[in-house]
């Protein structure tokens, strides 16, 4: 069996656990398809408080948002506290979210493009994976 590039970054991916936070219930659906399609162990939420609850009560490698949830402080402390720790991966390129505090931000276009996600996703775990290696 050949294992090309694609296929490699596809398994690279699997068992990879991220949160996907949109309001949007349409590109939600889309994205969180194309996530466990890449055999990612995905959960959604649609709100601020879901999204400052979840990132609070558990760890993920990444968080998909669109940054427009981000405007509410609660959520926005809750990513920044776990940000050190997490891929964080910018689902709106608006003005407003361009002034949010947030680390390291990674930027995707919607509606998410497969082959662009898988790459995003799999340069975030890489970088996760580093600072792990380095850290005592």
Known sequence: RIITRYLANELYLKGMNVLLADANPIERKHTQDVLSGFGIDVEAVE????????????????????????????????????????????????????????????????????????EKLVMIRRKIEQRREVAP
Do not use: C, F, H, K
């Open 47 to 118: 709100t601020a408080e879901a999204l400052a609850e979840r990132v609070g009560a558990r760890e993920y490698e990444a968080v998909l948002v669109d940054s427009r949830l981000l405007t509410e402080s609660e959520a926005t402390y809750q990513v920044e506290v776990s940000n050190a720790r997490l891929g964080l991966l910018d689902m709106d390129r608006s003005d407003e979210s361009a002034s949010l505090p947030l680390r390291a931000r990674e930027w995707i276009e919607r509606p998410v493009e497969p082959s662009v996600l898988r």
